[in-house]
């Protein structure tokens, strides 16, 4: 289906006032029992972390906001999605392939449509975490 057909059939029109002013959103916690092996999986792609505090956080810079590591909960993250927004789909290829290098799963990209159309390159990390790479794409 193209854009515009897209579009037509699941955005409103008019498009519903936004009820809040929002800049953006900053950051995602994940919660690991598995707190250490799920450290050096993030550490393996996306480099140290960026801020520690004790033995139970690790945050790294994500764009303007952050990833948050904390340990405990119970398990780890299910029924949870993060979404990364690259510049361009080589950069969400890239990531999607170095989060599945350091031992995540995922299926090859695809070009969709997700809103607007995107370079779509999900992984499952070790751990049940869903993490969804887009970036804006222009040949979908």
């Given at each position: 289906m193209d854009y515009e057909t897209y579009r037509k059939s699941y955005f409103t029109d008019p498009q519903?006032?936004?009820?809040?002013?929002?800049?953006?959103?900053?950051?995602?916690?994940?919660?690991?029992e598995e707190f250490d092996q799920a450290v050096d999986y993030y550490r393996r792609v996306l480099g140290p972390p960026a801020y520690v505090e004790g033995e139970g956080t690790r945050g790294w810079s994500i764009g303007p906001g952050w990833l948050t590591l904390l340990r405990g909960g119970k398990g780890s993250p299910r029924n949870t999605e993060v979404t990364f927004v690259m510049h361009?789909?080589?950069?969400?290829?890239?990531?999607?392939?170095?989060?599945?290098?350091?031992?995540?799963?995922?299926?090859?990209?695809?070009?969709?449509?997700?809103?607007?159309?995107?370079?779509y390159c999900p992984v499952r990390d070790p751990f049940g975490a869903d993490l969804l790479i887009i970036s804006p794409n222009s040949a979908s």
């Open positions: 519903p006032a936004p009820q809040f002013e929002f800049t953006g959103t900053f950051g995602v916690t994940l919660y690991y361009t789909p080589e950069e969400a290829d890239r990531l999607q392939a170095a989060f599945i290098a350091a031992g995540g799963e995922g299926p090859e990209p695809m070009d969709t449509l997700m809103y607007e159309p995107v370079r």
